[in-house]
């Protein structure tokens, strides 16, 4: 059976604090920076709480685009705020955990965002995993994610030092 146990991590340039806003923003539902690929909607208790579900629904081909879409639950399992927020993949087509850290760089203007994803395929899923590299399309779309933070939380960064 295939399981996956993944690392991606990108330099964000903004603070930690910055970045947990946007991390919790998305997980939230705000769409604004994991689109195309993967969007979240969150239940009665907010993801940034221990408790707090998550419902995630992979796009393999893009938001309203035609493909596989891939749905799972994360239920929040500790959260140390504006530093790390850990999950269990607790329903659909995967088991396991994810563990979102951020780390300040260069007294705290840039951040180090990684997301470390161990789990295994579920279900139909399982299938599918033994002919699709299932753990190469989720760094591909991690990677993605992590850069269009950055783009859009250092254009903020930059608009703002423009304006002093």
């Given at each position: 059976m295939n399981s996956y146990d993944l690392i991606d991590e990108a330099v964000i340039?903004?603070?930690p604090d910055l970045v947990w806003e946007a991390l919790v923003a998305e997980l939230r539902g705000a769409a604004r920076w994991w689109v195309p690929y993967n969007t979240f909607?969150?239940?009665t208790v907010p993801p940034d709480q221990v408790?707090?579900?998550v419902q995630v629904t992979v796009h393999t081909r893009g938001v309203d685009r035609r493909g596989l879409k891939l749905r799972f639950t994360a239920r929040t399992r500790s959260v140390?705020?504006?530093?790390?927020?850990d999950a269990d993949y607790v329903a659909g087509v995967f088991r396991g955990s994810c563990e979102y850290a951020l780390d300040p760089l260069d007294g705290g203007q840039c951040t180090r965002l990684s997301m470390h994803f161990r789990a295994r395929p579920h279900g139909w899923l399982r299938h599918l995993a033994r002919v699709a590299d299932i753990g190469m399309e989720h760094s591909k779309a991690t990677q993605s994610a992590f850069?269009?933070?950055d783009a859009l939380l250092g254009a903020a960064r930059r608009a703002d030092r423009s304006l002093r």
């Open positions: 340039g903004a603070s909607e969150p239940g408790g707090g579900e140390d705020p504006g530093r790390q927020l850069a269009h933070l």
